[in-house]
């Protein structure tokens, strides 16, 4: 045999050595294993909590921020530990050092509370790789029942809308989950503005000893349907692009722009129902006329529109900033922000302007953050505590030897050499005939699936 030959040239000692060291390594991942199930249980109370979201765009973008993940490897991190919340079995046995994290991670892609107990026994016959090919094949009958059912709702996406005998119009429908959506918001809009204007109106319009009843629910659904057919017709059915969407008009005091260093020289009309900071952030990067006025405060000429950052200076911007510049995000979208804003006399210049993704344009503005430019370039930005928001955060302490440390933590669980050792002994694998057994909905995949 061949192990004698590799025997007679080197000392039988040494083969045992190979042997612990062996047993070292498997140990150990055991306990690595287990302490990512610690791991992956703090991540998952984080996230439930919400602790990122102190300026985070989500756990994942904290996660990378804060301990070095790179974005696939977070995100994934956090999948990993939400499903984990739903599947005991799964998790108790990363915890304890029986399944490795690789293994985990793939069973948490197809596995729920129904089929948990039995991809957990996956999990423990077969090698990681055996785990990962029948992971694909189950997720390719999930898929195609997915692909099956989403078919069957998008044709079943119908409105009906017909004339009654009483000359009412009734309206009837299904809708797809997206253009559902839109509907929705789009009821609640109308349906705040139809309300507000009648709350101010009521007053002056209805007598006050004519009881007025408010409208039902349903009324008020039926009124903002009109008012968003209405809105839709008078704007031409244009979804408008992204940069257009926000029109401020700036009302200027003809005298005052003359000097323009005089506080407070323009004022923006505020939107309907936005705060002063977020029409701030609207018309940070936004369509912009000026209108000037006279002493008597009548307007005497009407600028044209223009862009606040002209699209020159913008594409700059984008090249410089490449994605929004708040800590830890990176986000490869974003708009313009005036650091010193511009309706304070700040300029629509480079030094002036961050790219910031949506979320960190309201952050700054909406939610106490504060950024500003050092004389070196740099950006510093500040928690609405007043606290700085490093780029990099400082590293956490490790202790002298974690190794130590990991298994003096892990006293309790029982974690050998063996602990995650499949019970798989080499005989052939047949991923079809597996997902055929185990999965609820393969019945006739099997045959397809050995075909691929
Ligand atoms: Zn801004
Ligand atoms: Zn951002």
Redesign the pocket.
């Known amino acids: 045999m061949n192990t004698d030959s590799c025997a007679a040239s080197a000392p039988v000692v040494s083969t045992a050595e190979l042997d612990r060291l062996g047993d070292e390594i498997a140990e150990l991942s055991a306990h690595l294993d287990a302490a990512s199930g610690r791991l992956l249980d703090l991540i998952r109370e984080f996230d439930a909590r919400e602790g990122w979201g102190n300026g985070f765009r989500s756990c994942a973008a904290w996660l990378t921020w804060r301990v070095g993940l790179d974005p696939g490897a977070a995100r994934e991190r956090v999948r990993v530990a939400r499903a984990l919340g739903t599947l005991p079995g799964l998790a108790h046995a990363l915890a304890h050092g029986e399944l490795s994290y690789a293994k985990v991670r793939a069973l948490t892609r197809v596995a729920t509370p129904e089929t948990e107990e039995r991809l957990l026994g996956v999990g423990r016959a077969g090698t990681a790789e055996h785990v990962e090919r029948i992971v694909r094949a189950w997720r390719r009958v999930d898929r195609n029942a997915e692909a099956a059912e989403a078919a069957r709702h998008h044709k079943s996406r119908a409105l009906h809308v017909y004339q009654d005998e009483d000359g009412m119009v009734v309206v009837r429908g299904r809708l797809d989950r997206e253009a559902g959506a839109v509907l929705i918001q789009a009821l609640a809009a109308a349906r705040e503005t139809l309300y507000r204007q009648t709350k101010n109106v009521s007053a002056e319009t209805f007598p006050a000893d004519v009881s007025v009843e408010p409208p039902t629910m349903a009324q008020q659904q039926a009124d903002a349907l009109g008012l968003i057919a209405e809105t839709a017709l008078h704007h031409g059915m244009d979804p408008g692009s992204p940069g257009e969407r926000y029109q401020v008009v700036v009302h200027v005091d003809a005298a005052v722009l003359e000097d323009p260093d005089a506080a407070g020289q323009s004022a923006l009309e505020h939107g309907a129902h936005v705060s002063a900071e977020t029409a701030?952030?609207l018309a940070?990067d936004a369509s912009r006329v000026v209108m000037r006025h006279d002493p008597d405060g009548r307007v005497v000429e009407v600028g044209a529109l223009t862009r606040t950052i002209p699209a020159a200076l913008r594409r700059v911007l984008h090249y410089r900033d490449r994605g929004c510049r708040f800590p830890g995000c990176g986000l490869p979208l974003g708009q313009g922000?005036?650091i010193q804003?511009w309706a304070n006399g700040g300029p629509t210049t480079l030094s002036n302007l961050a790219l910031?993704c949506r979320r960190h344009?309201r952050a700054?503005?909406e939610e106490g953050y504060q950024v500003e430019r050092l004389p070196d370039g740099e950006l510093r930005f500040r928690r609405p505590d007043g606290r700085r928001l490093p780029d990099v955060p400082s590293p956490a302490m490790v202790p002298g030897d974690p190794v130590h440390a990991l298994r003096m933590q892990h006293d309790g669980l029982r974690i050998h050499a063996r602990t995650a050792m499949p019970t798989w002994l080499g005989e052939r694998v047949s991923v079809a005939y597996a997902i055929d057994v185990l999965h609820p909905l393969a019945t006739g995949e099997s045959d397809r699936l050995a075909a691929g």
């Open positions: 701030r952030r940070c922000h005036h804003h910031l344009h700054v503005h």
